[in-house]
């Protein structure tokens, strides 16, 4: 298995600009999430999922969106760049509540210029 | 408002010593209470985790003590080694659901 894999691995972006993180996991997980991770803040929930088509809105949800259209892939979509944007960015995924690790993936760090 | 506030930011230990990360939260409405570690340019991985119905729970070097009146939980480190260097986040689960609130972190280094 190759757990949670994201890409890219960096990215950097214009102000205004718009583009699409990408996250899959093979492990069947129902369960996906996004959060950023900013010095000195710990990590900050942006949207998770609990399965194909549903989706919820977590602690900074503002600037992004996400879709779930397959259980294996979960997006996260910067429709407008803005240097607050600025950041590195974790999929996670798991089973499910009663389960209850988290995987992570690598990250993407993006810049926002 | 950071509902889980974690101290300190950063800590030094001698190889062998015991390093203590503590967390406290202000709500709760939490099932489920898991410390994660990070090594620079990875994600974090899961390293122990607790349920508020435990007042303890101890894996290898690593243990959890909670303290459910207090609203406390704390990572201890025993025999603490260079390879244990790293970042630490406690958090929490909010009840029912896969929504987590992390800690801002603390970076432990711990010298050979």
């Known amino acids: 298995n190759a757990g949670v894999t994201q890409t890219p691995k960096f990215q950097v972006l214009k102000t205004g600009q718009s583009m699409t993180l990408q996250c899959a996991q093979d492990m069947n997980h129902e369960y996906m999430s996004w959060y950023r991770q900013d010095p000195g803040m710990g990590l900050r929930l942006i949207h998770y999922?609990?399965?194909?088509?549903?989706?919820d809105q977590g602690e900074v949800p503002n600037g992004y969106n996400v879709s779930r259209s397959t259980t294996e892939d979960f997006p996260l979509r910067l429709l407008s760049a803005a240097p607050s944007q600025t950041s590195v960015y974790f999929c996670?995924?798991?089973?499910?509540?009663?389960?209850?690790?988290?995987?992570f993936g690598p990250g993407t760090r993006l810049t926002v210029t | 408002q950071q509902q889980v506030k974690q101290s300190p930011q950063s800590l030094i230990v001698q190889k062998g010593g015991i390093s203590i990360i503590n967390c406290a939260y202000e709500n709760t409405a939490f099932d489920y209470f898991p410390w994660y570690q990070q090594f620079p340019g990875k994600g974090p991985a899961l390293l122990i985790a607790i349920r508020p119905d435990v007042s303890e729970k101890k894996e290898g070097r690593f243990t959890i003590s909670f303290n459910k009146s207090a609203k406390q939980f704390s990572l201890h480190i025993m025999d603490s080694q260079p390879g244990d260097s790293a970042t630490y986040f406690c958090?929490?689960?909010?009840?029912?659901?896969?929504?987590?609130?992390f800690g801002t972190g603390t970076r432990l280094k711990v010298l050979a």
């Open positions: 999922s609990v399965g194909a088509g549903i989706t």
């Open positions: 958090a929490a689960r909010w009840y029912g659901t896969y929504k987590y609130i």
């Open positions: 996670a995924s798991s089973y499910g509540t009663d389960s209850y690790e988290q995987y």
